[in-house]
């Protein structure tokens, strides 16, 4: 029973199924967000070493910025109207389809402008596409899950992600070797494998996860955009209620810069301290390992700990390899010989990465878990899904403007300042007094007091 991840869960299909989505959509946010499309967006497509990474920054933030316009709205919706998986479903094909698409995109070549045009017009509703799906996964959350089982449930989710990112390492590793698919321009069909493998994987998803919640007993406004900024207008006249939620958020918005820095730039980054083609691969693959193992690790301990204990533990893991990267970047600048840079410190810090995304993910979604009643998950985590994709909007941008005029150490010393001060506004967070807030909210909910 030991060996079973779902033994002592409720309904351990539906949580499987659940899961599902998290191992289907690794391939985009591996593939596309962070190993293989970086590259190819800034050597193949912009082909501009003085503003590629400037461009990548631009194309993420324009993504997040409609993310983060539409995910309260479209949560809202799909709690008034029940229709969290319906949303889930359609977003994850969009992103599957447009991922294939990114194999069409053309070259620099004599038109630059043309190509970075088309690769943005796809990449670009495609991220918004798969960032609004992971809001709506993530709402499922507290449905799926007692209050008591939530971070456990959080984690196995993430830890199926992970499985599905090795298994993607390992073909693409494989592929390189005997295929001889090492450079870049030669990435094309690894595009078209992420989208084939989101579509696939995400079967069990359509098939067995239903959602539990029924739409609102008493309609809202006609107009549906009208009706979940309704939602959202009340959610916000009640923030006195989720003050601890709001307290958490923001110190979530803070660290979120950071993580998610690291999610978009982790190639790039290490592209210039000499890593590509295999070794690239090998060090994501290293990178996953450690974070599938310490999602599952975080899934069996996090609920008695603490889901607040365990962010600021993780906090303190990305701070140390946030400076310690900074350091390795300054010793690089001040070589004799940069190209003979020893390779073990960074690989040691991909392992700290590694660390700290599989637990910082897991924890913090549980922890908003927690703190949401049951009756409004969906416009719970689209505020969630509001606060990480503000992360990403303005991380990323201000990380790729930062690097672009100020240069690599500067923005890696911004990266860590990103986790020190989300860590101290952590502190202020009461989980008991949130947890509290979320069961008021239902019991009043269940006795007809609240009409959300």
Known sequence: MRLNPFAGLEHPRTIWAWGMFDLANQSFTLLINTLLFPLFFRAVVVGDEGRDDLMWSF?????????????????????????????????????????????????????????????????????????????????????????????????????????????????????????????????????????????????????????????????????PIREGLTRVAHTLKQAREFSQLGRFLLAFLIYGFGVQVVIFFAAPIMGDFGFEGQDMVVYVAVLTIF??????????????????????????????????????????????????????????????FGIGLGGIGTASRAMVGAFTPQHRTAEFFGLWGLTYKLAGCLGVLSFGVCKDLLGDIAALLTLASFFVVGFLVLLTVDQGRGVAAAEASEEAHERGVIDA
Not at 291 to 296: E, K, L, P, R, S
Not at 323 to 346: G, M, S, V
């Open 59 to 223: 194309a993420v933030a324009i993504s997040f910025g409609i993310v983060v316009l539409t995910s309260p709205i479209m949560g809202a919706i799909a709690d008034s109207r029940a229709c969290k998986k319906h949303f889930l479903v359609t977003l994850g094909a969009i992103c599957a389809l447009l991922t294939i698409a990114l194999s069409l995109v053309p070259s620099a070549g004599a038109n630059p402008t043309r190509a970075l045009a088309i690769a943005m017009l796809m990449y670009i509703p495609a991220n918004v596409a798969y960032q609004l799906g992971e809001n709506f996964l993530a709402a499922f959350l507290p449905e799926i899950a007692k209050r008591e089982q939530i971070g456990r449930v959080s984690g196995l989710g993430w830890a199926m992600g992970y499985v599905g990112a090795l298994l993607l390492l390992i073909i693409v590793i494989a592929s390189m070797a005997v295929l001889g698919l090492d450079q870049i321009e030669q990435w094309r069909p690894y595009f078209v494998l992420a989208g084939l493998w989101f579509i696939v994987m995400a079967l069990p998803t359509v098939l067995f996860l239903h959602e539990k919640a029924r739409p609102d007993r008493q309609p809202g406004p006609a107009n």
């Open 291 to 352: 974070a599938g193992i310490t999602a599952i690790a975080t899934s069996r301990f996090q609920d008695r700990l603490g889901h607040q204990r365990t962010i600021v533990i993780f906090l303190v893991v990305w701070t140390l390899n946030a400076l310690a990267l900074a350091y390795l970047a300054d010793l690089k600048a001040h070589a004799t010989n940069p190209t003979q840079f020893p390779r073990w410190p960074l690989q040691l810090i991909g392992v700290g």
